[in-house]
């Protein structure tokens, strides 16, 4: 199968910093990607999806960089609500909705 | 309006046993997906349905059914229950415009013992 793979983290940042995590995948077909936040023991929400020209939702901005495999959610000015897991998730190319999880990268975002 | 609801939130099994989980999805989507997440692991794909006709399936034993009634809710069947099927059971469902708006619901946490 192919993956996505993700550093599981977790990564601790302070209030305010800014962090990023990477995402690669390894199947060269996939075309659509997203970010999802999944909280402890709740659901994955959509975050954002990740488009190559950059996607940015105020605080929070994804990268798609297809000649390398990877994507990118940086996150600038962190909130102790940010601490979350953060799913990198690929669309199985010609499945319809089938979706390819990373395990997640968990933030701990500290007072 | 109401999102996906699922039944039941929490269930304790034996092995061996049966399980069916329920999914409703939101008013008006017809396609419902079907996932499951293991502790410390990203969801898996496991069944999608739209229209009541099976569209896709994931790298899962035949233990594992599922079928989609006419008014959209869906079931997904577990026989045979193993320890390892032991896992929040999630159910997504959307509209036929895409997966960006795919809305999942909060999950039903099975248990084997």
């Known amino acids: 199968r192919k993956e996505v793979e993700q550093d599981p983290g977790p990564f601790n940042v302070p209030e305010g910093a800014t962090v990023a995590f990477n995402c690669t995948y390894s199947?060269?077909?996939?075309?659509?990607f997203f970010w999802y936040r999944q909280d402890c023991r709740k659901e994955p929400k959509l975050l954002m999806s990740v488009y190559s020209s950059g996607n940015e939702d105020g605080r929070f901005t994804a990268q798609l960089n297809r000649a390398s495999q990877y994507i990118s959610l940086l996150i600038r000015d962190s909130k102790l609500s940010d601490s979350a897991t953060y799913l990198c998730?690929?669309?199985?190319?010609?499945?319809?909705?089938?979706?390819?999880f990373g395990k997640g990268t968990s933030l701990l975002v500290t007072p | 309006d109401a999102g996906v609801t699922q039944s039941p939130t929490h269930l304790i099994k034996t092995r061996g046993q049966h399980v069916t989980l329920r999914c409703s999805p939101i008013?008006?989507?017809?396609?419902v997906s079907w996932y499951q997440q293991v502790l410390g692991q990203g969801p898996q794909f496991i069944f999608q349905?739209?229209?009541?006709?099976?569209?896709g399936r994931g790298n899962f034993p035949d233990r594992f059914s599922a079928r989609q009634f006419p008014n959209y809710s869906s079931e997904l069947n577990v026989n045979a229950l193993l320890l390892g099927d032991s896992a929040l059971y999630l159910c997504?469902?959307?509209?036929?415009?895409?997966?960006?708006?795919?809305?999942f619901g909060a999950g039903s946490r099975l248990t084997v013992l």
């Open positions: 998730v690929e669309l199985v190319p010609g499945s319809g909705y089938a979706l390819n």
């Open positions: 349905y739209y229209e009541k006709e099976e569209r």
């Open positions: 199947n060269s077909a996939s075309q659509s």
């Open positions: 997504a469902s959307t509209s036929r415009t895409g997966a960006n708006v795919l809305t």
């Open positions: 008013s008006g989507h017809k396609s």
